[in-house]
């Protein structure tokens, strides 16, 4: 890890000349048997992975239709392949968008289309052998399904699908990830992605309510498992004990405190994070949500709000109602829908994000603020890439960009945007996402936050910024330990509600 | 020779339409079992309309990612509009009226088309990174458009063809009778290229055309948590447990 360092800013950001092989064999760890077969997998690489990957891709091909089109419709025409973080930080042409795609594209024109299977040479297809395998794992895993190249796709081909399908075809062939595959066992076992159990949880909440009673003065609870209470909280489990994840669940505590909203957490459901969604595998992706229904089901509760978590947001907001029924508008003979739809209170939409929760008080009045708290701030806002490109917030297109934007002006004086480039819908991954938040890709999750690093110090040197706040508990995770290497203080990074923390009245209302 | 194009003609008709109709019918009969539109997105359907003909009008995502891609594609795709409706005039008797106001713009269109498609494949020559995910196939298929471009413009420009027999030889064909064709070498090789390009659009990178309105992160409504969307294949995994 000594030998990990940040590559140098390009002076105008340039696109970066070709670096052919830059990364390979720079992939990730490899799933133990162990890990594997706890979730259903097989335990490593099988005999027949040959016909079991061509079968599995052949099955995926008929079952979603965003794979389908995008192998078929891409004409190599490059709008994308100066748009990926990773290529911009590691100039592996491989890490182009296309080029990662092609990799996928190659193998279905070899078997599942005419001329890949007269001429291959002529159309690029290739047989799937094992070295291609090989580059699938290791170029499948550097890719964090942040969905930027598809804003820019004249035929809007989203390469986190075609990253999700190699995946799920890796583990059907027992050739998965080590860190997402691992972090799935956890859910599954324990109720969240750190493997923390229900009392370790109960203690840490206990030890917050002390250490707020004491930084306050006032008792704001962070109550567990209370059945009949009107919101359930789904958050990250790292905001539970990491830095600065843990300012936030203050925050949001807060929040629920002065307005006077009855909540809770759940032992059972203690994680928003889903990442069955990382390795493109429907079945874990949906056995992940149903946990969720579970505990609004036990619990009684009339609205679901979710935590700071970029990834969880997406798969809550877009994937959530079709997944587990959380949301509205099923149909009246949906009894597995309606179950929960009816339990629900839908003068709120089902499920809402903490960000829209707290706009939607500070609109109403119901909250106020203390601004200089955060004067010692001079703030800038990081979009994180699922709640930009795969989700919304306040039912109309951009909410998502605006909402988190007029809390933080609402609590706070000093606000900078970044280029307009790399903010909102055009917004760089923080270079961790999408399953790759692990050590052994460290030398890749420090190249690919370049872009947002070259930004940061571009506001940093011109206005002095130097708190970049986010709403995603990977973006939190991944800054604090990269920002080190290029030069900047850790705790310059952060969450919304910490600077709702920093700035709220409690006990005025 | 007559026969042998009447032939190819027919067979390259065939393979274009059911090709395509075949392609269409798999697209639109494969499920997208989640939401996935690319956001911001439109929540309404007439809000989708309109994202979907600005990207299919206007390219407006490339727009966003290469201004020169955009004007070279956009360039070539709009004066290859022109250039087949133009064409029209060999299919119609009378010529409507309106194609025949268009004939001079669309000659210029050829030149125009020929311009673009040049350009796209001197950037997919001399620029490293689209050069990298070049196959030969995306070489051929700009020459086999460039060939088509060029010998048009040259039956208008330098050698002419008899126009008036050719047009004799496409009504027939739309009756299935097969009328003499010129025998004409820049001719030849002029529907030689057109046919060729018919006969591989259903299996080609040329998908794109029908691929882009079936792409669920432009076609779909970003409207999940208001309305329950479950494709069959996942509804069916909740009667399972």
């Known amino acids: 890890m000594a030998d990990i360092t940040a590559p140098a800013y390009r002076i105008i950001p340039i696109i970066p000349a070709l670096k052919p092989g830059a990364m390979e064999g720079k992939g990730p760890f490899v799933a133990s048997d162990k890990i594997n077969e706890a979730i259903g997998f097989p335990g490593q690489l099988v005999e027949d992975w040959h016909d079991r990957a061509i079968a599995k891709m052949g099955e995926l091909l008929g079952k979603y239709r965003s794979l389908k089109v995008f192998m078929d419709a891409c004409v190599h025409c490059g709008a994308c392949s100066d748009k990926c973080h990773y290529f911009i930080g590691t100039q592996d042409p491989k ?55 598809s804003v820019f796709c004249p035929y809007g081909i989203d390469t986190a699908e075609v ?43 206990e030890g917050l309510e002390e250490d707020v009673k004491e930084a306050t003065g006032i008792d704001v609870r962070f109550p567990i498992d209370v059945k009949g209470a009107e919101v359930l909280l789904i958050t990250p489990s790292a905001d539970f004990f990491a830095e600065p994840h843990i300012d936030s669940l203050i925050g949001y505590a807060k929040v629920f405190h002065a307005t006077g909203t009855s909540w809770t957490l ?10 069955g969604m990382f390795i493109g595998n429907y079945e874990q992706l949906r056995k992940i949500a149903l946990r969720i229904r579970q505990a609004a089901l036990e619990l009684g509760v009339k609205r679901i709000v979710v935590g700071e978590c970029g ?31 009816k339990q629900l209170d839908h003068r709120y939409r089902q499920p809402s994000h903490i960000c829209e929760f707290t706009w939607d ?30 989700s919304s917030m306040g039912g109309y297109p951009g909410g998502q960009f605006d909402i988190p934007r007029n809390i933080i002006k609402a ?29 052994d890709l460290l030398d890749l999750r420090v190249k690919g936050a370049l872009p947002r690093m070259e930004v940061l110090q571009q506001v940093a040197d011109e206005h002095g910024v130097n708190f970049m706040a986010t709403i995603c508990a990977i973006c939190k995770a991944q800054f604090t330990k990269v920002m080190p290497i290029y030069g900047f203080d850790r705790k310059m990074v952060g969450g919304v509600h910490q600077l709702v923390s920093n700035a709220i009245k409690l006990g005025d209302k | ?25 798999t697209y639109a009969g494969t499920p997208a079992p989640l939401k996935i539109p690319t956001t911001p997105a439109p929540t309404t359907t007439g809000g989708v309309v309109l994202r979907m003909t600005r990207e299919v009008v206007f390219f407006e995502s490339l727009f966003k990612a290469n201004l020169w891609t955009w004007g070279l594609g956009w360039l070539f795709h709009a004066s290859l509009v022109l250039v087949l409706l133009r064409h029209l005039r060999y299919f119609t008797e009378p010529v409507w009226g309106w194609v025949a106001f268009i004939q001079p713009f ?82 030849v090789l002029h529907l030689l290229s057109v046919v060729i390009l018919m006969a591989i659009f259903p299996v080609s990178k040329l998908l794109h055309a029908p691929g882009v309105f079936f792409s669920p992160t432009r076609n779909q409504k970003d409207d999940p948590r208001e309305k329950r969307h479950i494709a069959a294949w996942a509804k069916q995994l909740e009667s399972e447990n």
């Open chain 1, 95 to 149: 890490n182009m968008p296309v080029a990662r795609q092609d990799l996928m594209r190659s193998v279905y024109r070899r078997y599942f289309t005419l001329p890949g299977k007269v001429f291959p040479k002529l159309v690029g297809a290739r047989d799937l052998t094992r070295e291609v395998l090989d580059e699938w794992h290791n170029y499948f895993h550097q890719c964090s399904e942040c969905r930027r190249c």
């Open chain 1, 411 to 439: 609590v706070a004086n000093n606000f900078v945007e970044m280029a307009p480039n790399t903010t909102r819908e055009q917004t760089f991954c923080c270079g961790g996402g999408g399953g790759l938040l692990t050590d």
């Open chain 1, 266 to 275: 759940s032992s059972m459901s203690s994680e928003a994070g889903n990442f």
């Open chain 2, 106 to 187: 669309g000659i210029y269109a050829g030149i125009t088309m020929l311009f673009g498609l040049c350009g796209l494949w001197a950037r997919r020559l001399f620029v490293e990174r689209i050069r990298y995910i070049s196959t030969p196939s995306d070489h051929l298929m700009l020459l086999l458009l460039i060939a088509i471009a060029a010998s048009g413009l040259m039956m208008q420009f330098v050698a002419h063809t008899d126009v008036i027999a050719v047009k004799g030889y496409f009504q027939g064909l739309m009756h299935l009778s097969v009328q003499p064709l010129p025998a004409d070498a820049i001719l």
């Open chain 1, 361 to 390: 008080m500070i609109e109403q009045g119901a909250l106020s603020f203390d601004r200089e708290a955060n004067d010692k701030h001079i703030i800038t806002f990081h979009d994180s890439c699922n709640v930009a490109r795969g």
């Open chain 1, 163 to 205: 990253t999700m399908a190699a995946r799920e075809i890796l583990d059907t062939v027992g050739y998965g990830q080590k860190y997402s595959n691992e972090i799935i066992g956890k859910v599954h076992k324990i109720g969240n992605n750190l493997g923390l159990p229900g009392p370790a949880l109960k203690d840490t909440l």
């Open chain 2, 1 to 25: 020779m007559s026969a042998l194009f009447a032939i190819l003609f027919y067979v390259a008709t065939l393979l274009l339409v059911v090709g395509l109709l075949y392609r269409i019918r």
């Open chain 1, 311 to 341: 990834h969880a947001w997406r798969v809550a907001y877009s994937f959530w109602n079709t997944l587990s029924g959380v949301g509205e508008g099923a149909d009246p003979n949906d009894q597995f829908a309606q179950m929960l739809q």
